[in-house]
T-cell receptor
Framework: KAGVTQTPRYLIKTRGQQVTLSCSPI?????VSWYQQTPGQGLQFLFE???????NKGNFPGRFSGRQFSNSRSEMNVSTLELGDSALYLC???????????FGPGTRLTVT | GDSVTQMEGPVTLSEEAFLTINCTYT??????LFWYVQYPGEGLQLLLK?????DKGSNKGFEATYRKETTSFHLEKGSVQVSDSAVYFC??????????????FGKGTLLTVNP
């Protein structure tokens, strides 16, 4: 099976812009989660989607949003980018009712 | 809330040395516990897991035992290789299976193995 794929792998944006990141889960996986990884805060949970519904959300401002499509692909959007949003954004997928998550390679976002 | 504490790095070892990375957790209920590994420039890979007390997870020579009495899940390997150099993350999942699920991670431990 193909693994979790994320596009793009690298992005450079300017403060105030918005950005959309994409994640395609492993075939058959219906749950998609997003995490932010920074040197200072480590790995932090953003949100989790299942069957196009957000089931859980972390402590991030409303500028961070996401959605999931009927084919389980997911996107996350960050509006009005700030320098502090520079991070590696990781997507993970899992079969529901199981605790095991599989991660993609991440999207490296740099905000200048 | 839930939290994971793992030993601060970096950890530097010679090839074939014994490895221990300590991990303790705080959680309500009965979490599942994981070790993930991240190689430079890559995402996280699941190394091993344990879903209930006294379970031992193992993979690629690494082992960790779910100790409920000490709320610990220490990672061990008897003989490390240069290729084991990476960042290791301890993590737990909270909530009943299938609902309210997310991973809470420790800060990560950088392991460097020298030849």
């Amino acid at each position: 099976k193909a693994g979790v794929t994320q596009t793009p792998r690298y992005l450079i944006k300017t403060r105030g812009q918005q950005v959309t990141l994409s994640c395609s889960p492993i075939s058959g996986h219906r749950s998609v989660s997003w995490y932010q990884q920074t040197p200072g805060q480590g790995l932090q949970f953003l949100f989790e989607y299942f069957s196009e519904t957000q089931r859980n959300k972390g402590n991030f401002p409303g500028r961070f949003s996401g959605r999931q499509f009927s084919n389980s692909r997911s996107e996350m959007n960050v509006s009005t980018l700030e320098l502090g949003d520079s991070a590696l954004y990781l997507c993970a997928s899992s079969l529901d009712q199981e605790a095991e998550q599989y991660f993609g390679p991440g999207t490296r976002l740099t905000v200048t | 809330g839930d939290s994971v504490t793992q030993m601060e790095g970096p950890v530097t070892l010679s090839e074939e040395a014994f490895l221990t990375i300590n991990c303790t957790y705080t959680a309500t209920g009965y979490p599942s516990l994981f070790w993930y590994v991240q190689y430079p420039g890559e995402g996280l890979q699941l190394l091993l897991k344990a879903t209930k007390a006294d379970d031992k997870g193992s993979n690629k020579g690494f082992e960790a035992t779910y100790r409920k009495e000490t709320t610990s899940f220490h990672l061990e390997k008897g003989s490390v290789q240069v290729s084991d150099s990476a960042v290791y993350f301890c993590a737990l999942s909270d909530g009943p299976r299938g609902s309210n699920y997310k991973l809470t991670f420790g800060k990560g431990t950088l392991l460097t193995v020298n030849p």
